[in-house]
């Protein structure tokens, strides 16, 4: 887990994502590992659950690969410890990935700017 710098002048959260590390060796059995982190950065203890996304960008678009309930609470001003997900099922060629949290916007935030991350190296070419 780490710290992450709190927004001034709102009594709300602030969730972020990160994609920490990619691991496209199992690409011929179509697994790839993905570590994420998602973040409050807002004045708030996130308590509610959130969706978050993993997609993948393939010949067909971007297609949802993993999709949870994060049920954790997030007190301001940290990251959660990098979570491991292991994908199956995924096409090739994959292009990237997208993490998204919060997508649906069912949990309010005091932005939502900073609910995506992008990894844009091919993983399974």
Do not use: Q
Not at 8 to 26: P, R
Not at 116 to 122: G, K, L, Q
Request: net charge negative; glycine share 14%.
């Amino acid at each position: 887990s780490g710290d992450v710098t709190p927004v001034t002048g709102s009594g709300d959260i602030d969730l972020g994502a990160e994609i920490l590390d990619v691991c496209g060796e199992d690409c011929d059995d179509g697994k790839v590992t993905v570590w994420i982190g998602v973040g409050n950065g807002g004045m708030a203890t996130s308590e509610e659950s959130f969706n978050v996304e993993v997609l993948g960008d393939t010949d067909y678009g971007l297609v949802s690969l993993y999709n949870f309930e994060w049920t954790d609470p997030l007190a301001s001003g940290v990251r959660s410890a990098s979570v491991e997900l292991n994908l199956s099922g995924v096409p090739a060629p994959l292009y990237g990935i997208v993490l998204e949290v919060n997508g649906d916007h069912a949990v309010g935030e005091c932005s939502y700017d900073n609910n995506i991350a992008t990894w844009d190296e091919v993983i399974c070419p």
